[in-house]
Structure formats: C-alpha cells, structure tokens
C-alpha cells in the first residue's frame, strides 16, 4: 500500500505520460485533469506549476479517473519490474491495518512507485479522505470523529484523494 496519498505530482507525471501516448486523442485532455474550480479551493496555484503543493494529495478527482490511474501505474511499473503487478483501491480493511501499522498485514509491506520499504503511513488519520475500491465511499480521514468512518461522496471532491496497493502476481 502506498505511504501517502497519490500527490499531484504524481498525478501531474500520469498526465503528461498519458497525453505522450501515440493513440492519445487530444480531445479528451480535458478528461485527465483534475475539475479545476473545485482544485483550486485546496490549492491556490496553477496545476502546472505545482511548486510548495507538488507533494499534496491530489483532490478533486472523479472515480473512473482514478481507476485510469490506476491501469496506467499497473502499465508503467509492470514494464519497469518486467512482472505484473496491479494497482487498485484499497478496501476498508487496508486502511485499518494500514492505521494500525499491524506489520503482519499485507497493507503494510509498502510498495510505492519508487519502492520504498519504509512503513508508518502517512494521512490516514490526518489529511485528506481516501476513496476505497467502492465507488462512492471513502474513509473520512481527519473529516469525523473516527478516521476509519466511512464518507460518502459523489464524484469531484476538494478534501477527497486517495492512494494505490499493489497485487503482485508469482
């Protein structure tokens, strides 16, 4: 499970990796952004010129988009590590493990983008909520009284992000 929420910069790099594909129809670059009127409520900068906020979570961002995220991640790492490996939302189970930091949890073998075998999760409990892989529900983050309560959304949300764990197959 990834240390920390996906931040825009990574959602910056998805972007521009996705818009270099050779197939990639222009008309749909629109589709890979975050909804801006609602991003900029969390951020008071421009999108592409990330600066202090290139390390926040990204907000605003739909379902359907994350899970493309997702799928391209899947891609990108797959072709680097030469195996298949797949990226997808956590389940509420995740993040509970994940808060508890049980080190005996699958959640808490740490796999990020640049494979960094640390644990202790980072916003969980403090930072924005997190989509899990029902679409619709989040965990609240520091939004309620419990962290690990569930919040239900629907689609574009300024304190709404989310992180990826990888499935590996042998």
């Known amino acids: 499970m990834d240390k ?3 931040s825009n ?3 910056l790099e998805y972007m521009q990796d996705r818009m270099n594909e050779p197939d990639f129809d222009s008309s749909h670059i629109k589709q890979l952004y975050p909804r ?12 592409s010129d990330l600066g202090f906020y290139e390390n926040y979570p990204v907000v605003a961002v739909s379902f359907p988009q994350v ?13 680097k590590r030469k195996s298949k490996i797949v ?6 189970e995740h993040f509970y493990l994940a808060a ?15 494979f960094d075998h640390r644990r202790n999760f980072i916003g969980i409990c403090d930072n ?20 690990l309560d569930s919040l239900r959304y629907r689609n574009y949300d300024q304190r709404l ?10």
């Open 128 to 147: 924005a909520a997190e989509m899990t892989d029902i679409e619709g529900l989040a965990v609240n983050g520091f939004f309620g009284d419990d962290c």
């Open 36 to 47: 801006m009127d609602i991003w900029k409520k969390s951020y008071p900068t421009d999108f």
């Open 9 to 11: 910069g990574s959602w």
């Open 4 to 6: 920390a929420e996906v």
């Open 67 to 79: 899970l493309d995220y997702c799928k391209w991640r899947s891609n990108k790492i797959s072709a």
């Open 87 to 92: 990226y997808k939302l956590p389940n509420f």
């Open 100 to 114: 508890n930091q049980n080190s005996d949890s699958p959640a808490a073998d740490l796999y990020s983008t640049k």
């Open 161 to 170: 992000g989310f992180r990826c764990i990888a499935y590996f197959n042998k």
